[in-house]
């Protein structure tokens, strides 16, 4: 039996244009079209958005936590139901677990867990292996206990027990060098760079090797200089690879996240380095032994040192906005269309388009997330909080 119904009096954001007076059908799940309101056919049920906007569901290729929940402390997909259940809350409808720089077991128990989750109606893409093939000259929060430099019967591992569930893996060159980098991409993985201090002809020798994109650009990476661009310079001197950018006013200056808009065009997306704080007001947790504080947004350790992010999607595109000059409509790309296509599910996700999946956000003008749509199963609207 058909389940077909109309969203009716809203502005849609497809990713690909903005309509007014057009409305979205939903058929089983699937967007089957954006006509015009005088196309709806009389009688169909509708779900009336009292003038707000449709979007696509935002996507975010690095969440290490959320709703009191650290994934690598909690390697199950108990756990990763809670974390969705967090960032859903803030229009996040598809996400890719991130495991930070642990032992082999504790990753294989998290690879584990996201295999099991993949298909559950929770969002999983697939895994962030955010290390552990990192720089101990840049290692941010990660423990430099286990970090170490890669070898291929640690990642055959790896690759046997993430097969299908492995979509992103951050390594640092330096680590990881481009024998260590093939075995991924020969995988169909994405490789980034991140948590490195390779200087710019290194960089450069890695993307030529495969490595499509920089994690958290700006941060735990070497910076551009007037006589040496660093992985920075290298990142945005180069139309081809990603970059995600943290936009929390903390990570990245504003300014910053505009040249880089500004020069990466399309292929800036944006990510939250969420933790547990998103979703949950307890504001202290650990990593690896260290006590990690979240004060006016900021999340970092006794020394300073910044650990992830108590930020969530809407408020990113709310801050590309009111704080980078960005357009609202290329904002919501840049926290879906673009990640999809990185990730290679824009086939199906990150667009308002026939035959996509029905997994949309509701915001009202300020975007604040009024309501989300899951497969097109259900409308959630609850108040923000």
Known sequence: MKNTFALINGCVYTGDAILRKHAVMIENGKITGTPSLSYVPKGLQTVDLNGGIVAPGFIDAQVNGGGGVLFNDDPTPEALATIAKAHERYGTLHWCPTV???????????????????????????????????????????????????????????????????????????????????????????????????????????????????????????????????????????????????????????????????????????????????????????????????????????????????????????????????ELDEALRMASAYPAEMLGVANRLGYIRPGYEADLVFLDEGVNVTGIMRGGKKVAFTPQP
Request: proline letters at 4%.
């Open 100 to 326: 930070i720089t642990a032992s082999l077991d504790t990753m294989e128990q998290c690879l584990k867990a996201v295999k099991a989750s993949m298909g559950a109606g929770i969002g999983v893409i697939g895994t962030h292996l955010e290390g552990p093939y990192l720089s101990n000259a840049r290692p941010g929060v990660h423990d430099t206990e286990f970090i170490r430099p890669a070898t291929s019967g640690e990642i055959h591992r790896l690759l046997t027990t993430g097969q299908g569930a492995i979509s992103l893996v951050t390594v640092a060159p330096e680590s990881a060098g481009e024998a260590y980098i093939k075995l991924f991409t020969d995988a169909d993985i994405q490789v980034f760079l991140g948590h490195t201090d390779a200087p710019c002809v290194i960089a450069e020798a890695a993307f030529a090797a495969g490595v499509t994109g920089v994690t958290h650009l700006y941060n735990a990476m070497s910076q551009m200089t007037g006589r040496e661009p660093g992985v920075v310079g290298a990142a945005l001197s180069m139309n081809s690879i990603w970059a995600g950018i943290i936009a929390d006013g903390i990570h990245v200056d504003w300014l910053s996240v505009k040249l880089a808009k500004g020069l990466k065009k399309k292929r800036l997306f944006l990510v939250t380095d969420a933790m547990p704080p998103v979703g949950k007001p307890d504001a202290v947790y650990t990593i690896g032994g260290k006590e990690i504080v979240c004060k006016d947004g900021r999340c970092a350790t006794a020394d300073g040192t910044l650990a992830g992010s108590a930020l969530d999607m809407a408020t990113a595109v709310r801050n590309c906005v009111d704080h980078c000059g960005i």
